[in-house]
């Protein structure tokens, strides 16, 4: 039985891209997600903007003028700061390692980038949440119970 893997339930590759400023950032930020992944002219992963980013800039009265994806973004762990590795999956990450990381990291996305670090789509814990809901998709035997 084959195992359900990122690439069959990643969202199409949207991003920022690493120079976007103030209102196009809160634009693309207004899609259904909670965060986006920061690309450079390469479509390299560089980072992620979440949400609660953007609401952080506001705390700190910064107007949407004085911001942008590169001045926001973080790795995706807790500390925030300078990014030189962010979270990133492949496109072949088994869904279990997926929820892991989410958990772990305390993400609501992960960028999924091929081996040059080039994003190629996004999963979201909505992803997961669909493909559970889509009957056939997930078989009951790809569960397995955890110890408690």
């Known amino acids: 039985m084959k195992t359900l893997r ?5 969202n199409p590759r949207v991003s920022l891209y690493v120079k976007d400023k103030g209102s196009d950032l ?13 690309v450079n002219d390469d479509l390299v992963v560089v980072g ?6 953007i609401l952080d800039a506001l705390k700190e009265k ?8 590169e001045s926001l973004m973080g790795c995706g762990h807790a500390e925030h700061g300078a990014c030189k590795d962010p ?7 088994p869904i279990d390692e997926i929820v892991d990381t989410l958990y772990r990291e305390r993400l609501s996305i992960l960028p999924v980038v091929d081996e040059k670090r080039k994003l190629v789509g996004i999963v979201t814990r909505k992803s997961i949440i669909y493909a559970i809901a889509e009957q056939g998709f997930w078989p009951e035997a790809e569960f397995q119970k955890r110890a408690a």
């Open 26 to 38: 809160v634009k693309k930020m207004m899609a259904n997600y909670p965060a986006l992944p920061v």
């Open 62 to 69: 910064r107007t949407i003028n004085e911001f942008s994806a």
């Open 6 to 10: 990122a690439i069959d339930i990643m």
């Open 48 to 53: 992620i903007v979440s949400e609660y980013d």
């Open 87 to 93: 979270v990133t999956i492949s496109s072949d990450t």
